[in-house]
C-alpha cells in the first residue's frame, strides 16, 4: 500500500481518535484540529522516505500533541495547560483502546449536548470525529460554507462558554443525552442512505461514517439496546445498497435484484436486533429494525410478510407518534388490501402536505388497482416535489409506463 493511501485509510480511523485527545488535553477545539491536519501533513512530507511507523496511529497522535505543546509554548496563556498535559500519558493506539475510545466517546456526547442546537450537534459530530471539511458538511446542509463556519464557531464559543464537560454524563443524565446522540446517527445515516436533495440519491461517506460512529459506540458502551437496535437498523438498510442503484437511477424495492445484497451483513444485522431484543422491552430504533429485517429476509417481494410490518409499524407509532410513520403503516397495509391503505394514506393529506412521498405512495396503491389515471395526477404531484434527480427521474418514468397501461386498458 503506497503511503497517501495508507494515510487516506488512518484518517478515517485515527482523525476522531487524535482530535478527541487533543481536545481533552488542550480544551482547545480549534488548535486540536489544526495540529491533528499538521500532524497528517508531516506524515506525508516524512512517510514516503522514513517509511511506515511501526505502529502510525501512535505516531501521528505524538507528533499532533507535541505540535499543540509547541503552539502553547508560544502562548502566554498556555502556561497552566502545558504543565497540566505534561501529568498525562500519551495513549497508544497499538495498545489497549481505553484510552482512545473514552475520549471519542466523551467528544460525541460532548458534540451533542442538548443545550446545543440540532443541526450544531450533527455538524460538530461530522467535523470532529468524521474529520469532514467545513464545505462538506455546508453542502450536506445547503448552506453556504461561510454560514456552517460561523455555525461551528457559536457551538464551540457556546461548548467554552457554557463550560460543557468533555465527559460522558453520569447515569442519571444518560438516556436523555444517549437519545440525542443516537438522534444525531440516525439523521447522519438517513441523509447518507438517501439524500435529501441534489444529483445522487446516496452520499455513501455519509452512511459509512453513521455506521462507523455508531459501532463504535455499541462497542463503547455495552448493554445499551437501542444503540445496537440503530446499528441493526443501519446495517440490515446498508446490505441492500448495491441494488438500490443501477446506472444512478433508483431501483425500487421490488424490483431489486436480491442476488446483489450482502447476505454476511443481513444475517449481522439480525444477530444484531436479537441480541437488542433480549436486553429488555424494545424501543423505536430496535422495532425499526426489525422492519428492516422483515424486508431483508423475505425471499422475494411477493413474500415480503406486509401484515407482520404493519403491525410494527403501528407498534412503532405508539412509541413515536408520526404522519411519516402512519404513511409507511399504510403502504404496508395496501400492499395487502390496497383500498384500505389507500385510505389510511388519503387522511394525511393535509398532516404532510408538500411532502413528495406521500402522493408517490397514493400513486402506487392506484397503480396496483389499475386505476390509472388517478395514479397519473398523483404521480404528476409527487414529480413536482420530489427533492433528488434520481426519484425525479424515477417518477417520470412511472407516469410514462402508466400513461402507456392507460391507453391499452
Not at 458538511?137 to 457559536?154: G, H, N, P, Q
Not at 407518534?321 to 390496497?338: F, K, W, Y
Request: charged share 25%; proline share 6%.
Amino acid at each position: 500500500m503506497n503511503v497517501q493511501a495508507a494515510l487516506a485509510d488512518l484518517f478515517r480511523e485515527e482523525w476522531g481518535q487524535i482530535v478527541a485527545t487533543l481536545i481533552r488535553l488542550t480544551g482547545d477545539w480549534d488548535l486540536a484540529e489544526e495540529c491533528a491536519q499538521d500532524a497528517f501533513a508531516q506524515a506525508l512530507q516524512r512517510w514516503p522516505a522514513d517509511g511506515l511507523p511501526p505502529k502510525p496511529g501512535a505516531w501521528l497522535t505524538t507528533t499532533a500533541r507535541n505540535k499543540a505543546i509547541d503552539r502553547l509554548r508560544r502562548a502566554a496563556v498556555g502556561a497552566a495547560k502545558l504543565r497540566e498535559m505534561a501529568t498525562r500519558p500519551v495513549p497508544d493506539t497499538a495498545g489497549p483502546e481505553e484510552e482512545f475510545g473514552d475520549d471519542r466517546l466523551r467528544l460525541m456526547f460532548t458534540c451533542c449536548h442538548p443545550a446545543l442546537p440540532f443541526e450544531a450537534r450533527v455538524a460538530l459530530t461530522l467535523r470532529t470525529l468524521a474529520g469532514l471539511t467545513t464545505a462538506e458538511i455546508a453542502r450536506a446542509f445547503l448552506v453556504s460554507e461561510d454560514t456552517m463556519s460561523k455555525r461551528l464557531t457559536r457551538a464551540k464559543v457556546k461548548i467554552r462558554n457554557a463550560r460543557i464537560p468533555f465527559r460522558v454524563p453520569p447515569a442519571e443524565l444518560l438516556s436523555d443525552r444517549l437519545n440525542a446522540v443516537l438522534g444525531v446517527l440516525y439523521l447522519l445515516f438517513n441523509e447518507g442512505y438517501a439524500a435529501s436533495s441534489g444529483e445522487e440519491l446516496i452520499r455513501r461517506g455519509l452512511s459509512d461514517e453513521a455506521i462507523r460512529l455508531t459501532r463504535l459506540l455499541v462497542r463503547l458502551m455495552p448493554g445499551q439496546p437501542e444503540a445496537t437496535g440503530l446499528l441493526a437498523l443501519m446495517t440490515l438498510h446498508d446490505a441492500r445498497q448495491p441494488a438500490r442503484i443501477d446506472a444512478r437511477e433508483l431501483v425500487p424495492l421490488e424490483e431489486q435484484d436480491r442476488s446483489l445484497w450482502q447476505r454476511d451483513r443481513i444475517g449481522e444485522g439480525v444477530v444484531l436486533l436479537e441480541g437488542a431484543l433480549r436486553q429488555g422491552r424494545a424501543g423505536p430504533y430496535q422495532i425499526q429494525a426489525a422492519i428492516a429485517a422483515c424486508h431483508a429476509t423475505a425471499p422475494s417481494f411477493e413474500e415480503t410478510p406486509w401484515v407482520e410490518i404493519a403491525a410494527l409499524y403501528g407498534r412503532l407509532e405508539r412509541l413515536v407518534p408520526s404522519a411519516i410513520v402512519r404513511l409507511n403503516r399504510g403502504v404496508a397495509v395496501g400492499m395487502v388490501d390496497p383500498a384500505r391503505g389507500l385510505a389510511l394514506i388519503e387522511a394525511l393529506s393535509s398532516d404532510l402536505r408538500g411532502y413528495h412521498l406521500l402522493p408517490a405512495a397514493r400513486a402506487d396503491l392506484l397503480r396496483r388497482q389499475r386505476r390509472f389515471s388517478e395514479a397519473a395526477i398523483a404521480y404528476r404531484e409527487a414529480l413536482a416535489l420530489a427533492p433528488t434527480e434520481p426519484e425525479r427521474r424515477y417518477l417520470a418514468q412511472r407516469l410514462a409506463q402508466i400513461s402507456s397501461d392507460d391507453l391499452s386498458a
